[in-house]
């Protein structure tokens, strides 16, 4: 059984997101869908953490997708090193008013306009 919510392109919302963190979202599932990935939004992990997205390969592989909609959003963020303990690979996701730059080379990159997204940079295992 997939992790995909049914209707997945009517990501679950708690009401903590803005509007532009789902649209980054909603960009990044249509994605991983594409590629076969089961997603899972807002999952708690055993450090008490929670994740953006979780996501699983058919290979078994986990992948967490860390949003970020602005420079300040990354700066205050000291959390996303913890997720490398709970994923085999680690991306972050952002939208096009984002300067890249300011996110890590060890992490893999993605761009997300809401309709769609694309791996900038793959993420290392």
Do not use: N
């Not at 909609?69 to 700066?75: A, G, H, K, N």
């Amino acid at each position: 059984m997939p992790l995909v919510s049914p209707f997945p392109y009517e990501p679950l919302i708690d009401g903590r997101q803005s509007d532009r963190a789902m649209m980054v979202r909603r960009g990044v599932q249509r994605l991983m869908i594409a590629r076969r990935v089961s997603v899972l939004p807002e999952m708690s992990l055993a450090s008490g953490r929670r994740a953006d997205l979780v996501c699983l390969s058919e290979k078994g592989e986990i992948t967490i997708v860390e949003i970020k909609t602005s420079i300040e959003d990354f700066r205050v963020d000291t959390k996303w090193p913890d997720y490398r303990l709970h994923c085999d690979r680690l991306y972050f996701a952002t939208h096009p008013g984002v300067p890249r730059e300011i996110f890590p080379e060890s992490c893999g990159l993605i761009l997300s306009d809401g309709y769609d997204a694309e791996i900038l940079r793959e993420a290392v295992e």
